[in-house]
């Protein structure tokens, strides 16, 4: 019989069985400010290590995409603290500053 594995606990995920795909989307942000202490030496210096980067990195850098495939246990886990916040963060009634939805 084939299976799939959650990708956490490495459970054997059964045809039929209840499973989550997490798909996670890290998007670079940039709202159109440039910061002005920055001269043009900061930004020569910027493109010349762009420039050192191979295509891969350079494109992991704007956008990376991952998807997983969790058991439930995992995905509960997984969802009661995406960001791996620490106990004390937790403890803040769950209102995050960066939180955007
Ligand atoms: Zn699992």
Same mark, same amino acid.
């Given at each position: 019989?084939?299976?799939? %594995? ?7 995920? $059964? +045809?039929?069985? %209840? ?5 996670? *989307?890290?998007? /670079? ?8 202490? %920055? ?5 020569? $210096? ?8 191979? @295509? ?7 956008? @990376?995409?991952? %998807? ?10 997984? /969802?009661? *603290? +995406?960001? *791996? ?15 955007? @939805?």
């Amino acid at each position: 019989m084939s299976y799939e %594995v959650c990708a956490k606990c490495g459970k054997r995920l $059964r +045809p039929g069985s %209840v499973k989550y795909i997490i798909s996670i *989307n890290i998007i /670079a942000d940039f709202d159109g400010i440039l910061p002005e202490e %920055v001269d043009e030496r900061e930004i020569a $210096r910027l493109i010349r290590e762009a420039k050192k980067m191979d @295509q891969e990195t350079l494109e992991r850098e704007v956008h @990376q995409g991952m %998807v997983y495939l969790l058991c439930k246990p995992c995905r509960d886990i997984f /969802a009661e *603290n +995406p960001l *791996n916040l620490s106990l004390k963060s937790l403890s803040m009634g769950g209102n995050f500053s960066g939180l955007l @939805q």
